[in-house]
């Protein structure tokens, strides 16, 4: 059975930077779509950010648009989220997902396969 790790999270001052890793064992990640998704404390899980097969289709959820940027290493099976400039708002628990689909969704029940989260603390 395979899965999702995600890594990189933390405790950053506003206007930071975090790296978050999601590496994928058993399983190969290059035929599938990978997707961030975030959940706040008391708020729904939002999308984040998603990268197709190749790299070559990406979208961003507006609040990180400029910011943040998402990218993958199908070598090293891995997908990866950069966050810059990070501002308190951007605290949450943050969920690497993947799903066969070669063009990614920023709808959280398309994914099939999702990590445990990593916690992301961004502190004024």
């Known amino acids: 059975q395979g899965q999702l790790v995600e890594s990189g999270g933390g405790l950053v001052q506003a206007g930071g930077s975090l790296r978050l890793s999601c590496a994928a064992s058993?399983?190969?990640?290059?035929?599938?779509?990978i997707a961030w998704f975030r959940q706040a404390p008391g708020k729904e899980r939002e999308f984040v950010a998603f990268?197709?097969?190749?790299?070559?289709?990406?979208d961003y959820a507006d609040s990180v648009k400029g910011r943040f940027t998402i990218s993958r290493d199908n070598a090293k099976n891995t997908g990866y989220l950069q966050m810059i400039s990070l501002k308190p708002e951007d605290t949450a628990v943050y969920y690497c997902?993947?799903?066969?689909?070669?063009?990614?969704?920023?709808?959280?029940?398309?994914?099939?396969?999702w990590g445990q989260g990593t916690q992301v603390t961004v502190c004024s």
């Open positions: 058993g399983r190969t990640l290059s035929t599938y779509a």
């Open positions: 997902a993947a799903d066969r689909a070669p063009y990614g969704s920023s709808l959280a029940m398309a994914y099939e396969h």
């Open positions: 990268i197709s097969w190749g790299g070559g289709v990406i």
